[in-house]
């Protein structure tokens, strides 16, 4: 298990600096310390979870979107493992206009299912859907602590919300970071804004989204940095994302105390 395990985190680690090396632009020691000290890379080791595969994916997808669309498409579509990731990838990729990337998508999912049907039998499937029926029960509970949610859902939950009241909260994100990223999209911004606001809205979309799935937070930072290499950010923006990084050190720690739903703050900042 444990060879595994490094294995695994290891390489998928790699693929991601990789990736977000690129995004930057950057292939110096400077970034490459930024990246390897990013918060979400150690809550992601400590915790065992594949946010590093998932970010390396999607930005992987926004790099290649424009020039080599099949290949972005099945980025995309390899994000069929964890697909609530990929909730605005259909909107983006349609009402952009790149059919190319978003039949690749469609094509890669449904591959790898078939795949798997033929590899495993239809038992796998029905367990998953057995699984995933009675999943929302756990999240719903709080017995996966609320303070480590970055999702909207979980901050509502955290400050004393009902399960209905955070459902409906969510959905008011969920509809708000879909018609930013419409928007966005339809008007053919630059790829740095196009890109960092689809990374950055999933983070708010998604009811499930917990403190290391903020790597893909990194993916919309990445971007930010980017476009700023043609539009510099102001001194705000600058501040904006430095306490970000710095809140994201212990935030669930933080939330914890202060009864502060810190992650989702975090996500909110960053998608404004």
């Given at each position: ?72 498409g099945l980025c995309f ?42 590899l495993l039998g239809w ?150």
């Amino acid at each position: 298990y444990l060879a595994a395990f490094i294995g695994f985190q290891t390489a998928t680690l790699l693929l991601f600096l990789f990736v977000a090396r690129r995004i930057l632009d950057d292939s110096g020691a400077t970034a490459l310390i930024a990246l390897l000290a990013f918060p979400a890379v150690w809550w992601n080791f400590g915790l065992g979870q594949n946010a590093f595969l998932t970010a390396a994916l999607f930005g992987a997808a926004t790099l290649l979107v424009d020039r080599r669309p099949g290949l972005a498409g099945l980025c995309f579509g390899a994000l069929c493992y964890k697909p609530h990731f990929a909730l605005l990838v259909p909107l983006a990729l349609g009402i952009g206009g790149h059919w190319r990337a978003f039949l690749a998508a469609a094509c890669t999912a449904a591959t790898l299912v078939l795949v798997s049907l033929a590899l495993l039998g239809w038992g796998t499937w029905q367990a998953f859907f057995a699984a995933a029926g009675t999943s929302h029960t756990m999240y719903e509970s709080g017995r996966i602590l609320f303070n480590g949610f970055v999702s909207p859902f979980g901050a509502i939950r955290l400050l004393g919300g009902s399960i209905g009241v955070a459902y409906a909260g969510q959905g008011v994100f969920t509809l708000a970071a879909a018609m930013v990223v419409a928007i966005v999209w339809r008007r053919r911004l630059s790829p740095a804004t196009r890109n960092a606001v689809l990374a950055s809205a999933t983070l708010l979309a998604v009811p499930l989204s917990l403190l290391y799935d903020m790597m893909l937070g990194a993916v919309a930072g990445c971007w930010l940095l980017r476009g700023a290499s043609r539009e510099p950010l102001q001194t705000w923006e600058k501040t904006a994302l430095a306490m970000i990084y710095a809140a994201m050190l212990d935030s669930r720690g933080l939330a914890e105390k202060v009864s502060v739903p810190v992650n989702t703050i975090c996500a909110l900042v960053l998608f404004g």
